[in-house]
């Protein structure tokens, strides 16, 4: 599958990226995947791939780049050793809506300047910190973001001021969100907020539930489910198959 290496010039400096896409003549939809709090390293680069595979130009860009040359996480340990967990925890606090929303346009003006990528409105999706990342996104840069797969996100629903779900009303994307069954970071009542939120927009979505642990979807994740995973690329092919134009 090829890869482009590139950087996008954003409002805090260079953001690394990397562009997969298909084999052969494009252009393809274009999409932004969005990491788990572990950031980019070989798995995202492989779930990427996998993506492209399905016919569209996927952007991974390193969301912690704000960090410099940080050292990757080992996802075996790293919420067991606490020198790291508190690492983990500081660089996601970095990412506040503001940035988020300021990488995202520079992003997105990216995919629609590359000759691979095609349409002016593009797919957003991501895991764990990554899927609230997409919905924030879709509230913030509506103008871009044609549909939105978010898995095992959580903090969609908070009690601050800056909660992905308070964005509904600025949303004219596609939505689709697939939770983790028995997970704090998105529960039943989380789900419920989220959709009279987005009921109330006038936003297509589905809500849907995966009986498996967060982290279901991301091969180096302790809770990787093979079933849960080949599910979760069949909703993400349906939803970008039906709201991205080809």
Same mark, same amino acid.
Request: with cysteine; charged share 20%.
């Given at each position: 599958m090829?890869? +482009? !290496? ?12 990397r ?10 939809? @274009?999409? !932004?995947?969005? =990491?788990?709090? @572990? ?8 779930? &990427?791939?996998?993506?492209?595979? $399905?016919?569209?130009?996927v952007?991974?860009?390193?969301v912690? $780049? ?14 067991s ?7 983990l925890?500081s660089? !996601? ?15 997105l003006? $990216?995919?629609? @300047?590359?000759?691979?990528?095609s ?14 990342m ?7 840069? =509506? ?14 629903? +908070? ?8 964005l ?5 994307? +596609? ?15 989380? &789900?419920e ?5 987005? +009921?109330?927009a006038?936003?297509?979505?589905? !809500? ?5 642990g967060? @982290?279901?979807a991301?091969?180096d994740?302790?809770?990787?489910? =093979?079933?849960?995973?080949e ?6 092919a349906?939803?970008f ?6």
């Amino acid at each position: 599958m090829p890869k +482009t !290496i590139d950087s996008v010039a954003t409002p805090d400096g260079s953001c690394p990226v990397r562009l997969f896409t298909p084999d052969g003549q494009g252009p393809w939809p @274009g999409v !932004i995947m969005f =990491p788990d709090a @572990g950031g980019v390293r070989d798995t995202f680069d492989q779930m &990427a791939a996998e993506l492209a595979g $399905y016919g569209y130009a996927v952007l991974l860009p390193d969301v912690y $780049y704000r960090s410099g040359d940080w050292a990757p996480f080992d996802m075996a340990t790293v919420f067991s050793d606490q020198k790291e967990r508190q690492r983990l925890y500081s660089m !996601i606090g970095s990412l506040t809506p503001d940035k988020v929303g300021g990488d995202a346009r520079a992003l997105l003006e $990216y995919l629609a @300047g590359r000759p691979e990528v095609s349409g002016e409105r593009f797919g957003v999706c991501g895991y764990c910190m990554g899927g609230r990342m997409s919905l924030t996104v879709a509230g913030l840069v =509506p103008e871009r973001v044609g549909a939105v797969a978010s898995f095992h996100g959580g903090g969609l629903v +908070t009690d601050g001021d800056d909660s992905p779900h308070l964005l509904a009303d600025r949303m004219t994307a +596609t939505v689709y969100v697939g939770g983790a069954e028995n997970d704090p970071s998105f529960t039943a009542d989380h &789900a419920e907020q989220l959709d009279k939120a987005l +009921t109330a927009a006038g936003v297509t979505h589905t !809500i849907e539930w995966y009986s498996a642990g967060h @982290g279901f979807a991301v091969p180096d994740n302790g809770p990787y489910d =093979p079933a849960a995973a080949e599910r979760h690329w069949a909703a993400m092919a349906e939803v970008f198959g039906s709201a991205l134009p080809r």
